[in-house]
C-alpha cells in the first residue's frame, strides 16, 4: 500500500456512483489522474454521499460504489501508488463540510449551475443537501489540503468556491488550507452527449444512445457511434460552435489515439460523407475501452481484493483528514 507523505504535492478527486462510467469521466478526469499518480501524493474517492443528493436505490448505489473504485483500478489507479477510498468511510469529510457550511452564504450555493440543471432535472426532490453539494466537495478537497483537483469543466465553478472557502477560513483564522488549483485537460474536459452534442454526456442520461459506458461490449460502441447525432455538411473540421457534433466525435478520436486535430482533418480530408470517419472513430475506442473493461471484469470478481483496498485507503485517508480536522476544530474555538 502507498504511504501518504507530507513531502510531495496533493491531488484529490472522486466521482459519484449515480450510475455507469463513460468516456465523458475518463477523458475529463481519469485519464490525468492516472498521469498524475506518479508524480503526486494522490487520493481519488467514490463520492457516495454526493450521489444521495439525488435519490438512488440502495442495493444499486452498493453496487455502483464498488463498480465505480474497480473501475478506477481498471482505468490505471494503482492502489499501491494511490489512496482509492469510499467517502462515508471517512466521517472527517462531513465534519469539515459543517463548518465550511457556517461560513457559506446562501446566494454562493444559489449560483451554481449544477444546482439550478439539478433542481430542473429533480424537481420533485430540491432538497437542501443538492444546494450544499458543492460545501461538500469543498470539504472533500480542503480536508486533504490537496494542490490539485484534476476534474471535467463543469467542477470548475464548485472548485472556484473550495478556493474561496480556503482563502476565507486562511484570513478569518489563520493559514490553514491549502488553496487547490484545478487541473482541466485542455481537450475531453467537456464531452459531449452523442444525441444531443450540446449537452454534457452523463451518467444520468436515460437515454442509453447518449453515452459510451466503460462496459459496453465492441458492438455497443460501434452502434451508438454510428447512431450519433452529426452536423449538418459533410467534412471533418473542429469547429465547437457550428459543428458540435462532429467536434464532439474529433475529441473523442484524439482521445482515443492521441491524433492532433489538425491531423485528424487530415486523415478525413477528401472522404465523402460521415461514415468512414464514423467507422474510424467507433474502432479506435473499441480498442481504447476494452482493455479496461476486461480489467474491470477481474477486478470486481476479486471481492475480497476490492474490499481490502477500499478498506486499507480508508485509513489512511482518515489518518490525514483526522490531523486537519482537529487543527480547524482547534482554530474555530472547540473544546478538545
Ligand atoms: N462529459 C464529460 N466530459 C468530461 N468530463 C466529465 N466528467 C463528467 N462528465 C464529463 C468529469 O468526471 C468527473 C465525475 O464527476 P461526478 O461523478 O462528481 O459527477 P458529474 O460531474 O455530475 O458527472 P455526471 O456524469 O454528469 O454525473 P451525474 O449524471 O450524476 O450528475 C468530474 O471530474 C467531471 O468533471
Redesign the pocket.
Known sequence: MSELSTDRKTIL????P??ELGI??V???LRNWVKLQNEYDSLFCV?DQ??IT?RQEPAKLRKRTLDIAAMYIAAGIDPEQSVVFVQSHVPEHVQLAWVLTCMTGMGECARMT?FKD?SESNADNINVGLFTYPILMAADILVYNADLVP?????KQHLELARNLAERFNHHYSQTFTVPEPYIPEV?????SLQEPTK??????PNQNASIWLIDTDDQIRNKIKRAVTDSGSDIVYNEELRPGVSNMMSLYHIATGKSFADIEQEFAGTSGYAPFKEAVGEALVGYIRPIRERFLEVRADKDGLDKILHAGAEQARARARKTLRKVHKKIGFVE
Open positions: 478527486s472522486g466521482m459519484q449515480s450510475g465523458g469521466h477523458a475529463g478526469a463520492v454526493h450521489a439525488v449544477q439539478k476534474v471535467g469543466q463543469d467542477q475531453g474536459g467537456k464531452i459531449m454534457k454526456m452523463s451518467k444520468s442520461d
